[in-house]
Structures are given as structure tokens and as C-alpha cells.
């Protein structure tokens, strides 16, 4: 079992920047790949970002590429979200995801869950 808790998340202005953070604990031996969704008010939860956790591939939806990058602390079992130029289309929970194998855009694909982390962007 893989533990996920995010933070970071809180109300910003359009424009700014804001870095989230996820941090895994139990059996993160076992990890293969972990990403960020969002789920905005009324719609689906949708695919951000994701890497691979013993490597360095990454990849982003086409609404986030450019201003948000993904990254990781492997000393601290910690990823990264750090959000640039941050528009209100923006705004949603965002969740920390992990999967044994297999990395990929669809929610049902990953194993684990955080609980999430509201960002909330003004215009």
C-alpha cells in the first residue's frame, strides 16, 4: 500500500505561481510512475502530469505544458507541481496519483490516491 498526501494548494491571483507537493509513504519500493490530476467543480477528474519515479521522463497535457512543471525529491519520497502563470481555467482540486506499472492518462489506471488539495486562481 502506497500513502499520498498532498499540500501546497490555496487561493492565488492570475498570474502567479504555486508549487505543490506530494509526499508518499509505505511501500514506495513498488512505485513505477507518479502524476497529478485536477478535478474542477462539475467535471471530470483530468490527467496533468506524470513522470516516472526512477527516471526522468515526464509528461503534460496540452493545457499545462509550458507553464507547470513536474518534478521529484527521491530522499523524500516527494513530487512536485510547480504551477506558472497560473489562469482561473486553473482552479480545481488537484490529486497526487501512483501506480506500479503502466503510466498513463486515464484515471482508472493508477493505483493510489491523495486526497487533495484545492488551488484556487482569481482573475
Known amino acids: 500500500q502506497v500513502e499520498l498526501v498532498e499540500s501546497g494548494g490555496g487561493l492565488v491571483q492570475a498570474g502567479d505561481s504555486l508549487r505543490l507537493s506530494c509526499a508518499a509513504s509505505?511501500?514506495?519500493?513498488?512505485?513505477?510512475?507518479m502524476s497529478w490530476f485536477r478535478q474542477a467543480p462539475g467535471k471530470e477528474r483530468d490527467f496533468v502530469a506524470a513522470m516516472v519515479w526512477s527516471g526522468s521522463s515526464t509528461v503534460y497535457a496540452d493545457s499545462v505544458k509550458g507553464r507547470f512543471t513536474i518534478s521529484r525529491d527521491n530522499t523524500k519520497d516527494t513530487m512536485y507541481l510547480q504551477m506558472n502563470s497560473l489562469i482561473p481555467e486553473d482552479t480545481a482540486v488537484y490529486y497526487c496519483a501512483a501506480v506500479n506499472n503502466n503510466l498513463g492518462h486515464d484515471k482508472t489506471q493508477w493505483d493510489y490516491w491523495g486526497k487533495g488539495t484545492l488551488v484556487t486562481v482569481s482573475s
Open positions: 509505505g511501500r514506495t519500493s513498488s512505485v513505477y510512475a
